[in-house]
Nanobody
Framework: QVTLVESGGGLVQPGGSLRLSCAATGDIGTINGMGWYRQAPGKQRELVAFFGSGVGTSPTESVKGRFSIALDNAKKTVYLQADSLKPEDTAVYYC???????????????WGQGTQVTVSS
């Protein structure tokens, strides 16, 4: 079994920063990639940033230059550094990971429970 545990969300003022963490635990064989999605009220879930094949990418135009992703393979933890936060960044942030469990031949995508980020004055 694999579990993703997120932390670091909360309330922050516009222009502030947060650092989200997500640790993967369980019978992990290989981590192919880890990343973050977010879902704002009334909107679809969108990919914020993903770290795979040794490269971090942030395909969401609205966060480029403000958010960055890092992966610590030894700790099986992915981080999302969110700077210059705006009210429109308010959402539930979900960690995701593409992991092959020990003893298995194929990988599977796992999800965390989500952590709320609220940007408001």
């Amino acid at each position: 079994q694999v579990t993703l545990v997120e932390s670091g969300g909360g309330l922050v003022q516009p222009g502030g920063s947060l650092r989200l963490s997500c640790a993967a635990t369980g019978d992990i064989g290989t981590i192919n990639g880890m990343g973050w999605y977010r879902q704002a009220p009334g909107k679809q879930r969108e990919l914020v940033a993903f770290f795979g094949s040794g490269v971090g990418t942030s395909p969401t135009e609205s966060v480029k230059g403000r958010f960055s992703i890092a992966l610590d393979n030894a700790k099986k933890t992915v981080y999302l550094q969110a700077d210059s936060l705006k009210p429109e960044d308010t959402a539930v942030y979900y960690c995701t990971a593409d992991i092959r469990r020990d003893g298995f031949f194929v990988s599977h995508q796992y999800w965390g429970q989500g952590t709320q980020v609220t940007v408001s004055s």
